[in-house]
Structures are given as structure tokens and as C-alpha cells.
């Protein structure tokens, strides 16, 4: 149960510092240009930081044979989710200028602020590990196919072209450093592992505070958004991780591997996805919604997750 509580805390604090932001942005502490500045800032700097200090304040890492044989189960659960995002966005009609926002929704999730400490929580601190490698390929992913689905969007409905160029950023180049340095069995460096990690602790209440800044301009009636926005949040939490375990569970035979595996796809939407719609014009409302309601919802999703698996 003390497990569950931290999880639960997790949560509350999400919910305050985004509250602290929706507070901000009514008392006209925060505003739009504040927040696209803050997000560039994040993006450039705290977030690249967290990446590294990932594997630089690892304390173990596994033999290369394991990590590439979980980065290759990481990337195809990631088709997986790309393909349902695609299904899911047709299925509910959603809208041109609406749909990258809901491929984004359904495909990333908050694999570490709140993925890390539920995992540890279900399957204790060496599975840790497997989140890191899992996060690495998250990383990679988001900043590339992520914010192409964000940039397909904007509130005009205009596809925005995106080039090469566009997708070489800060974070990119953190993650392949990153992934230089797993593979060369660099981790646990001291002073500079703990002075990156220090600023990239930043990067989650910057984001909550940009997500509640952004909450502020919707009406309140509106927060949860609408039916479909809805009908996605619950595919996302509940519906995704079951079909992911029921994918895998034929080739994976490693339980730890396959519960990470679906604990990651269970969680609610990335929180760097709202300071990606601001950097690449993205649906900054929609976003924003989609990242409150899952969060909200896995309030319940998420133990109840966590005491299946726990049961198997």
C-alpha cells in the first residue's frame, strides 16, 4: 500500500504545480509569449540534461546483448502504438488539423515521472533499468515522429512542412550521446551525472506549469474536451496496455520485461508534448486537455494496472 501512495503522491504533485500554473496565468504572472520562451528554454536545456543524466546515474547497466534486445522490444512496441494511433484517429473521424495531436496522444506517454516510480513500485528497483533503456528509445522517438505529428497540426488545420533540420535538436543529439554511452558502458559518473541530473529535475514542474498555464485559456466546462478526446484517453490507459501484453506475451518470456512493457504503455500523456506543440505550432488546447483528463483518469487506471500485474 505504501507503494501505491507514492504513486498516488506522484500524481498530486503533477496536480499542484499545474494548478500553481493555471493560477499564474489568471493572475497574468505567465502569458503565451512566457511559455513558448520557457518551453524553448526546457527543450534546450533541462530536458537534454535529464536524458544523459539517465545513463549517467545509472548505477548498473546490463550487457549489451540485453539492452539491444530491449531497445529492438522497446521499438516494436512503439510500431505497435504508432499503428494504433493511426487506427484509433481514423476509427473516431477525427478531423484534419486535429489528427497528429491525437496520434501524439495515444502513442507517448509520461514513461518517466510517473512511469519510473510505478514500476519500481510494482517490480522493485532492478527492473529500473529496463525503464532507462525503455526511456532511451522513447526520447528518440518523440523528438522525431512525435513532434512530426504535432507539426501536422495547428488551430487553422494547415499541415505544416517539416524538413530534416527541423528534427536535429538539443534532445536528438542528447539521445544519441545517450545511447554512445550505454553501449560503451559509461554510467554512474559523479559530479557531472548528479549536475545534469539537478537541471533536468526541472523539466517536469516547467512542464506542468506550461500545461496548467495553457489550461488557463480553455473555458472550465471544457477541460476534459469532448467525447472523443475522451474515447481516446481511456484507449490510451486502458486498452493499449492490454493489447501490447497480449502482442508480446508470445515472444517475450522474460514477465519483468513483458509488465514494463505494458506499465509504460499505461501511462498518461507525455507532459513535453504541450512545450512541443508551442515550439513546433502544434494544438497547444487539445494537447493540454489530452495530457489533464489521462492524468486524472489514471488515478484509477493505474493501480488497478498495477494489482493485475501484481497478480499474475
Same mark, same amino acid.
Given at each position: 500500500?505504501?507503494?501505491?501512495?507514492?504513486?498516488?503522491?506522484?500524481?498530486?504533485?503533477?496536480?499542484?504545480?499545474?494548478?500553481?500554473?493555471?493560477?499564474?496565468?489568471?493572475?497574468?504572472?505567465?502569458?503565451?509569449?512566457?511559455?513558448?520562451?520557457?518551453?524553448?528554454?526546457?527543450?534546450?536545456?533541462?530536458?537534454?540534461?535529464?536524458?544523459?543524466?539517465?545513463?549517467?546515474?545509472?548505477?548498473?547497466?546490463?550487457?549489451?546483448?540485453?539492452?539491444?534486445?530491449?531497445?529492438?522490444?522497446?521499438?516494436?512496441?512503439?510500431?505497435?502504438?504508432?499503428?494504433?494511433?493511426?487506427?484509433?484517429?481514423?476509427?473516431?473521424?477525427?478531423?484534419?488539423?486535429?489528427?497528429?495531436?491525437?496520434?501524439?496522444?495515444?502513442?507517448?506517454?509520461?514513461?518517466?515521472?510517473?512511469?519510473?516510480?510505478?514500476?519500481?513500485?510494482?517490480?522493485?528497483?532492478?527492473?529500473?533499468?529496463?525503464?532507462?533503456?525503455?526511456?532511451?528509445?522513447?526520447?528518440?522517438?518523440?523528438?522525431?515522429?512525435?513532434?512530426?505529428?504535432?507539426?501536422?497540426?495547428?488551430?487553422?488545420?494547415?499541415?505544416?512542412?517539416?524538413?530534416?533540420?527541423?528534427?536535429?535538436?538539443?534532445?536528438?543529439?542528447?539521445?544519441?550521446?545517450?545511447?554512445?554511452?550505454?553501449?560503451?558502458?559509461?554510467?554512474?559518473?559523479?559530479?557531472?551525472?548528479?549536475?545534469?541530473? !539537478?537541471? &533536468?529535475? #526541472?523539466? =517536469?514542474?516547467?512542464?506542468? +506549469?506550461?500545461?496548467?498555464?495553457? /489550461? $488557463?485559456?480553455?473555458?472550465? *466546462?471544457?477541460?476534459?474536451?469532448?467525447?472523443?478526446?475522451?474515447?481516446?484517453?481511456?484507449?490510451?490507459?486502458?486498452?493499449?496496455?492490454?493489447?501490447?501484453?497480449?502482442?508480446?506475451?508470445?515472444?517475450?518470456?522474460?514477465?519483468?520485461?513483458?509488465?514494463?512493457?505494458?506499465?509504460?504503455?499505461?501511462?498518461?500523456?507525455?507532459?513535453?508534448?504541450?512545450?512541443?506543440?508551442?515550439?513546433?505550432?502544434?494544438?497547444?488546447?487539445?494537447? !493540454?486537455? &489530452?495530457? #489533464?483528463? =489521462?492524468?486524472?483518469?489514471? +488515478?484509477?487506471?493505474?493501480?488497478? /494496472? $498495477?494489482?493485475?500485474?501484481? *497478480?499474475?
Amino acid at each position: 500500500m505504501a507503494g501505491f501512495a507514492d504513486i498516488f503522491l506522484q500524481m498530486v504533485i503533477l496536480f499542484t504545480v499545474g494548478a500553481t500554473g493555471y493560477v499564474a496565468k489568471k493572475l497574468h504572472l505567465m502569458d503565451e509569449d512566457f511559455d513558448k520562451k520557457l518551453s524553448k528554454l526546457i527543450l534546450s536545456t533541462a530536458l537534454p540534461a535529464m536524458i544523459l543524466a539517465s545513463v549517467l546515474t545509472a548505477e548498473y547497466l546490463p550487457p549489451a546483448a540485453d539492452i539491444l534486445w530491449a531497445m529492438l522490444v522497446s521499438c516494436l512496441s512503439y510500431v505497435v502504438l504508432i499503428a494504433v494511433g493511426f487506427v484509433v484517429t481514423a476509427a473516431l473521424r477525427i478531423p484534419h488539423g486535429r489528427r497528429g495531436v491525437y496520434r501524439f496522444i495515444l502513442v507517448f506517454g509520461n514513461t518517466g515521472f510517473l512511469g519510473f516510480p510505478v514500476i519500481n513500485t510494482i517490480f522493485g528497483s532492478q527492473a529500473l533499468i529496463l525503464a532507462t533503456i525503455f526511456n532511451l528509445t522513447f526520447n528518440c522517438l518523440v523528438f522525431t515522429v512525435g513532434v512530426w505529428f504535432l507539426a501536422q497540426d495547428n488551430e487553422y488545420g494547415v499541415k505544416v512542412r517539416m524538413n530534416a533540420r527541423a528534427f536535429l535538436s538539443p534532445c536528438i543529439i542528447a539521445c544519441l550521446a545517450a545511447l554512445v554511452l550505454t553501449f560503451a558502458g559509461v554510467h554512474n559518473v559523479p559530479v557531472v551525472g548528479d549536475a545534469l541530473d !539537478a537541471l &533536468g529535475s #526541472f523539466t =517536469t514542474p516547467a512542464a506542468m +506549469l506550461i500545461i496548467g498555464s495553457s /489550461l $488557463a485559456n480553455v473555458p472550465v *466546462g471544457q477541460l476534459v474536451g469532448g467525447p472523443r478526446l475522451m474515447a481516446a484517453a481511456l484507449f490510451r490507459l486502458l486498452l493499449t496496455p492490454a493489447l501490447i501484453w497480449f502482442v508480446f506475451h508470445f515472444f517475450v518470456t522474460d514477465p519483468v520485461l513483458l509488465g514494463v512493457l505494458a506499465v509504460i504503455s499505461a501511462m498518461p500523456v507525455a507532459t513535453n508534448g504541450t512545450m512541443l506543440s508551442y515550439q513546433y505550432g502544434g494544438d497547444i488546447k487539445t494537447i !493540454a486537455q &489530452g495530457t #489533464f483528463i =489521462t492524468t486524472v483518469c489514471s +488515478l484509477v487506471t493505474i493501480p488497478l /494496472l $498495477a494489482t493485475l500485474l501484481m *497478480g499474475m
